[in-house]
């Protein structure tokens, strides 16, 4: 039979034998019918304390935070909901919009008009975050477990503070949205570093679908109650990045009510490990290079046998990236096996950026052999990640079932980490 992964723009077809094989897609849902209104009633009606309008007075500044180009937001619809709900209280001239990049590259006119369309970007400041340039910094505190916090200063010191993001199963911090619109998404790099350091990434819960006790959600959650949000507003989507619903206000209980939306929708119990498992990141735009794929590889990790095999559909038209140090520190090391070493070994004032994805793809490959589909990264360039490639996935699953013997046993994540498989 043929399975559609999303890969790209476009999508991808592989056939797959359905007598070996359980597919495991997010249970379908379909899209609130009124788009925006659903938005406007989640900042009237909000989850925990009084609608978004009541919390702004006449003259105060504005920040909103809202999710870098790498993320499937629907910043179209969030923003307009925001400054319509702000309209005739706040002047636009006092409103500034923070794509909250973290360590990510800034992105683009074009790519901001995209994302925001062009009557918001024609019509309020827009900055991206450079969690590099001190310029941009400025020191909070220390929070959580010694994090020491710098944050833009346009968000610290903005009268109002508006989180907008949306929430999902995520590889190490549990799940998105809420407080990582602050930290790392508002975040200095000696900030990010700390929050990433090895001894939290490589805790057990550490982990997909996990917050509380998770010690990455617990000190961005300590970040974000400290420094302080006005109002939060984030959604849950589809498989087609629609909203199916949305929840604002107070940052903890919104988020909580968030969460626990999002595990019904993207998480699936399945009843033992898999021999091989296929695997994308979701398609455009979160495919774009392979360190965001480092998250597809994650969702499959969680269901395959050890020694299993992991085929990952990934298109990665931006590469690696080039920007950052996901692909030095990933070629710094011979084996998967010597980085994971070199990476536990080192401290939190040690860490490197990027390390903390490379952490996480390199306890992968030790336990599993990931192979790489994508339409950009030449053999060579993958070898240097200690990875290999096929230009055929319906073929690298053949061979690879065929070695696992006759009773093994495939899994398909079309939708990659959009749906996080555990065992029950």
């Excluded at 890969?7 to 849902?29: A, F, I, R, S």
């Excluded at 490990?273 to 695997?279: G, H, Y």
């Excluded at 004032?349 to 950009?376: F, K, L, N």
């Amino acid at each position: 039979m043929k399975v559609r992964l999303a890969y790209g723009e476009t999508g991808l077809d592989v056939d797959v034998d359905p007598e070996k094989t359980t597919v495991v897609e997010p249970v379908h849902h379909e899209a609130a019918p009124d788009q925006a209104g659903v938005l406007t009633a989640a900042l009237r009606d909000p989850v925990a304390g009084p609608p978004l309008r009541e919390r702004v007075r006449p003259g105060q500044s504005v920040a909103i935070s809202v999710c870098d180009g790498t993320r499937p937001q629907p910043r179209h619809l969030m923003v307009p909901a925001v400054l319509a709900e702000l309209d005739g209280v706040v002047n636009l001239d006092d409103v500034v919009i923070l794509v909250a990049t973290g360590t990510h590259r800034g992105n683009t006119e074009s790519e901001l008009r995209q994302m925001l369309g062009d009557e918001v970007v024609d019509h309020v400041r827009i900055v991206n975050h450079d969690a590099r340039d001190r310029g941009q910094l400025a020191w909070m505190g220390t929070f959580g477990k010694d994090v020491p916090v710098w944050l833009n200063q346009e968000w610290a010191r903005a009268d109002v503070r508006i989180t907008t993001g949306f929430v999902e199963p995520h590889f190490f911090a549990g799940f998105s949205g809420g407080p990582k619109l602050v930290a790392p998404g508002l975040a200095a790099l000696e900030t990010v570093l700390v929050l990433h350091d090895a001894a939290r990434i490589g805790s057990s819960r550490a982990t997909w679908g996990i917050t509380h006790g998770n010690p990455v959600h617990d000190d961005v959650r300590a970040i974000a109650e400290a420094t302080g949000v006005t109002f939060a507003l984030d959604v849950v989507l589809n498989r087609d990045k629609e909203i199916v619903a949305a929840f604002g206000g107070d940052l903890p209980a919104m988020h909580a009510a968030a969460t626990a939306a999002a595990k019904r929708i993207a998480m699936r119990p399945v009843p033992a490990p898999f021999d091989v498992v296929v695997t994308t990141n979701s398609g455009f735009p979160l495919d774009q290079n392979l360190y965001q794929a480092v998250k597809g590889m994650s969702a499959a990790y969680q269901v395959v046998r050890p020694g299993g095999t992991i085929v990952c559909a990934a298109e990665c038209r931006d590469g690696f990236p080039d920007h950052g140090s996901y692909r030095q520190v990933l070629a710094s090391a011979r084996s998967p096996r010597h980085l994971l070493e070199t990476i536990a070994a080192r401290s939190a004032g040690e860490t490197v950026p990027d390390q903390w994805q490379v952490q996480i793809q390199a306890r992968i490959q030790c336990d599993s052999q990931v192979v790489m589909h994508t339409s950009y990264l030449s053999d060579d360039d993958l070898a240097s990640a200690h990875l290999r490639q096929t230009g055929d996935v319906s073929e690298a699953v053949a061979q690879a079932l065929a070695a696992a013997g006759p009773d093994a046993r495939l899994c398909v994540l079309p939708e990659g980490p959009q749906t996080i498989p555990y065992l029950s």
